[in-house]
């Protein structure tokens, strides 16, 4: 057999390998992957793959037995390489590029209540493998809120090892919490410490910005405004996180966070962001917020391509309002990371109305260094980038 043979056919028992362990795909789902295999033939192959010492009998992928190269190899093949490509061409604001896409499989594209509970379900499960390889580049991990990141989380503390289980890595809420109803167990504190656990981290524990809220209406002015902002600062927490003397914000080297569309910005606090944010205490429309914004970012609304003067000022004005990570600082930790190896700003989402455009708006400020993507959204986002 030639060197040419062999090498195909160990890339075929790798493939196997890979989408066994690091996508938890069934024999079958394997086979359908690999061109319409028999279940009995993946089992020869994932047999060999343990003989050949690439795949271990609980199923952990091991790129470290792989040559140099091909761990990327078997990345590139599961991505979608038309949206690679358009990634390629984006010349970011920052300059910083998408470095990692990792599309998940979450079974369909419903928009039911229902049928979104089960596909994040699904997408929190499948993100172990990705996240356990970021999170083991990581020394402090930010995190917003949301119920992408809480599924990733809930599924990570259900993991059975991780790379990083046991090392110093901090984790730090980023975001402020609702005042006009009660907190959940999706808000940045609350993912903190869950992430902490999961972790079995060995740094202190992530403080609390429970109590701090997210958002100071715009009708407070002047030494109102002022003194909000004066007594939020004061607070032990947020002193750790944003205060002016060595503040964790600052050690930050990965974020997890997700993305609000422009028809429901800030997720949960949505219709507390359109009460606080219009002019002369009136509430804001929604639809005057859509014609501003592509959605946030943890938090920090982006404002739509082609804004006039006078939007810009409008969305940072909006921005203005909130207490939690700021644009300039989740740019500061995309940039930093860029220059090391490092994850960056890891964008956790499955697909959904609007969701395409707001992360592709992310990607052109330069903000995204990860995505962690199910492939509704990866279709989604091939068809806003290519138009």
Same mark, same amino acid.
């Given at each position: 057999m030639s060197s040419r043979q062999q090498d195909r056919k160990d890339f075929d028992v790798?493939?196997?390998?890979?989408?066994c362990a690091e996508r938890e795909l069934t024999q079958a789902e394997i086979g359908r992957m690999l061109g319409g295999l028999s279940?009995?033939?993946?089992?020869?192959?994932?047999?060999?793959?343990?003989?050949?010492?690439?795949?271990?009998r609980s199923y952990r992928f091991v790129p470290e037995?792989?040559?140099?190269?091909?761990?990327?190899?078997?990345?590139?093949?599961?991505?979608?390489?038309?949206l690679v490509d358009l990634l390629a061409k984006i010349r970011p604001r920052t300059g910083v590029h998408v470095s990692g896409v990792h599309v998940l499989d979450t079974g369909s594209?419903?928009?039911?209540?229902?049928?979104?509970?089960?596909?994040?379900?699904?997408?929190?499960?499948?993100?172990?493998?990705?996240?356990?390889?970021?999170?083991?580049?990581?020394a402090c991990v930010a995190v917003s809120w949301g119920r992408s990141v809480s599924c990733a989380v809930d599924s990570l503390r259900a993991a059975p090892s991780l790379r990083s289980a046991g090392r110093a890595i901090r984790v730090v809420p980023l975001c402020g919490e609702p005042t006009e109803q009660q907190s959940n167990r999706d808000t940045s504190s609350h993912l903190a410490e869950r992430l902490h656990e999961a972790l079995h981290s060995s740094a202190p524990k992530p403080p609390s910005l429970t109590g701090v809220p997210a958002l100071i209406p715009r009708h407070f002015k002047g030494a109102d405004a002022r003194g909000i902002r004066k007594?939020?600062?004061?607070?032990?927490?947020?002193?750790d996180v944003f205060g002016a003397a060595d503040p964790l914000?600052?050690?930050?080297?990965?974020?997890?966070?997700?993305?609000? +569309?422009?028809?429901? +910005?800030?997720?949960f606090i949505h219709e507390e962001l359109l009460k606080a944010g219009g002019p002369r205490g009136k509430p804001l429309r929604s639809a005057d917020l859509q014609d501003l914004v592509a959605g946030d970012i943890g938090g920090v609304l982006l404002p739509r391509q082609g804004l006039s003067a006078k939007g810009l000022r409008e969305v940072e004005a909006l921005n203005t309002m909130w207490t939690g990570a700021t644009l300039a600082q989740y740019e500061r930790i995309a940039q930093g990371a860029a220059k090391t190896s490092r994850p960056g700003i890891v964008v956790l989402s499955i697909g959904g109305p609007g969701r395409p455009e707001i992360i592709a708006e992310a990607i052109r400020h330069g903000l995204v260094g990860v995505l962690v993507i199910d492939r509704s959204l990866a279709d989604g986002l091939t068809k806003v980038l290519a138009a």
């Open positions: 790798q493939r196997a390998a890979y989408l279940q009995s033939r993946v089992s020869r192959l994932l047999k060999r793959a343990e003989e050949r010492g690439w795949l271990e037995k792989l040559e140099a190269g091909r761990y990327e190899q078997l990345r590139q093949f599961e991505e979608p390489s038309t594209s419903g928009l039911s209540e229902r049928t979104i509970t089960v596909r994040l379900a699904r997408f929190g499960r499948a993100a172990v493998a990705p996240l356990d390889g970021l999170l083991g580049r990581s007594f939020v600062a004061l607070t032990a927490s947020y002193r914000i600052d050690r930050v080297d990965t974020l997890l966070t997700s993305v609000g +569309p422009a028809n429901r +910005p800030m997720g």
